[in-house]
């Protein structure tokens, strides 16, 4: 049984993670674009940058994916996965790209990324542009946590990376 660390990143934070895990197990880990063949013997664990809800590089790669005998999902992005209401909009998400069946087959682990409007392409800026105006019209008593922090944030440089955290990913490996 085989192990192989696959990514999808825009930015580099998911690639990160993924070079430190690769580095803690001693697993090359490939761009999703690169994937190669998965074994029905494999485990794969994917990590993709979160962007508009989806994972990147997940429907490219949802069918190699499908036919690993174990995958770990590990979504990369600024909300805290501290918080349960964030882990279930993440889910929701994920599981909309990955489909119920391969949902509940799947294991999960949530990371943080950050964030540099300066670097962010047109797209991107457009699309954050859009969520922080739709987010200052709400009403305050219906502006959640991490509608906070996007407020407090937006425009800014943050780094909630913490290399340390692919532990949990490693840990599922023992």
Known sequence: MGVKIVYGSHYGTTERYAQELSRRIGIPAVDYRKIGEISSQDTVIYLGGLYAGGLVGLKKSLPKLKTAANLIVVTVGLADPEEEENVQHIRASVTKQLGEELTAKTTFIHLRAGIDYGK????????????????????????????QELIATYGKKVDFTDLSSVEKTQALLK
């Open 120 to 147: 962010l392409n047109m797209l991107h800026r457009t699309m954050m542009r859009m969520l922080y105006s739709q987010i200052k019209k709400k009403p305050v008593d219906q502006i959640s946590k991490e509608d």
